[in-house]
């Protein structure tokens, strides 16, 4: 089978990642010099750069062919294209798409041509996050020059398009992110913004740093809504989906040396948790049970705990931590969490790998002034429950 990926996100990037590991070959097509750039080169992975209509992605494909969309969440001329040339050719459509981020803020608008409407009736100089492609439209915007500070890539063809639409070099804010809510904030201080003009890109998007920054600079913010609801897997379930369809084995977690039990004092110390889950919110149990200062980071609470900063992650948020707990329901964080940790030095627990993890959050048992922590190497949790549960019982039958 050929697969075939058209990318262009974290996620797509994150996908081709996986598939050479496996050792699997892959077909990627990205439309930018930028989207070309930033894939390192990978076994097996060959890019190729520039858009293509629907009758070039046709000439690509048969019906032995899988065509993963892994294409941004606003690029729906693009999916329209994808989907038309798999119903033409036979070929498999199979869609890897970033979640939508839930929130309560600001106002929404259902496209471009809207938000430009909803500026020219609302006064305010604007932060406009929402890239080059739709630029031009935001010219009809009155003094569309003096109220726009576009944030764009900072390409030669982007720089020189926006200076060709009129604005000004000094609004014109050429940067490649991520960018954290305190960068956000200060760009819009900066500009002395007052309207923040974003799409909802989901959490790997950047998304949850916007509306934090807006919120906490008391901003208005503007959202221009998705062109449509899709369904789609998520990167996890694409890992898994492809797993299954290209009969590949299971991730094995190393075996190895095993993890050496290192009993430390938690009181006062620094614990940072991220994510608000089922998993999450047992880690900040145990975390508190043994006198430790838990700061949870989350965009939403999905269980009963207290949520410290109500966002997306942010690396400030592992500032002077004693050791930290990744538990979202996002690969992609997750391994942002875990390259963090390893470069500030910080102890990590990753919920979804064993191997990014450099220490395993035990199943503790305690009882009669003894507390025993059990692991594995990664994966026997069945194991560990069940010898969890014996020492927990031998503890508690002691005089």
């Known amino acids: 089978m050929n697969i075939r990926i058209f990318s262009g996100t974290t996620e797509g990037h994150a996908l081709c990642r996986f598939l050479a590991s496996c050792g699997v070959p892959a077909e990627v097509y990205v439309a930018t010099e930028y989207g070309a750039a930033v894939m390192e080169p990978m076994p097996g992975i060959t890019v190729h750069e520039g858009r293509l209509d629907e009758e070039e992605i046709a000439s690509l494909l048969d019906k032995n062919t899988l065509l993963i969309d892994a294409t941004h969440p606003y690029a729906a001329l693009v999916t329209d294209n994808l989907r038309a040339a798999c119903r ?5 459509y199979e869609r890897l798409l970033r979640p939508a981020l839930s929130h309560r803020e600001g106002e929404t608008v259902p496209d471009t041509a809207s938000a430009v409407a909803w ?26 020059a003096e109220r726009l500070y576009p944030r764009v890539l900072p390409s030669v063809g982007v720089i020189q398009k926006c200076a060709s639409l009129g604005f000004p070099g000094s609004h014109i804010i050429a940067m490649q992110g991520p960018f954290s809510a305190e960068m956000n904030a200060a760009l819009i201080r900066q500009t002395g913004a007052e309207i ?45 989906f492809l797993r299954e369809k290209l009969g590949l084995a299971e991730e094995k977690p190393r075996e190895g040396t095993p ?28 975390l508190k049970r043994f006198g430790a200062e838990v700061l949870v980071t989350a965009p939403e609470a999905r269980a009963e705990i207290e949520i410290t900063h109500r966002r997306g992650y942010e690396k400030s948020d592992l500032s002077g931590a004693f050791l930290a ?7 992609a964080v997750n391994h942002r969490i875990a390259a963090d940790c390893a470069f500030l030095g910080i102890p990590v627990s990753v919920a979804d790998s064993a191997e990014e993890s450099t220490f395993f959050f035990p199943a503790v048992c305690e009882g009669n002034g003894l507390t025993a922590g059990v692991v594995s190497r990664g994966a026997a949790h069945g194991k560990t429950a069940e010898a969890a549960k014996r020492i927990r019982r031998v503890l508690e039958e002691m005089e």
């Open 88 to 92: 033409r050719t036979g070929a498999q």
């Open 119 to 144: 500026l020219s009736a609302h006064p305010g100089k604007v932060l406009l996050t929402t890239g080059s492609k739709e630029l031009d439209a935001y010219t009809a915007v009155e003094n569309f």
């Open 196 to 240: 923040l003009v974003t799409k909802d890109t989901g959490a790997s998007g950047g998304f949850a740093e916007k509306l934090a920054a807006a919120h906490e600079t008391g901003i208005r913010t503007l959202i221009i809504a998705r062109p449509r609801k899709e369904s789609g897997r998520s990167l996890a379930e694409m890992q898994d």
């Open 259 to 286: 993890r050496f039990p290192l009993f430390v004092s938690l009181r006062g110390r620094k614990c940072a948790v991220i994510g608000a889950g089922k998993i999450a919110a047992r880690r900040i149990g145990v």
């Open 325 to 331: 707990v990744a538990a979202t329901d996002d690969r």
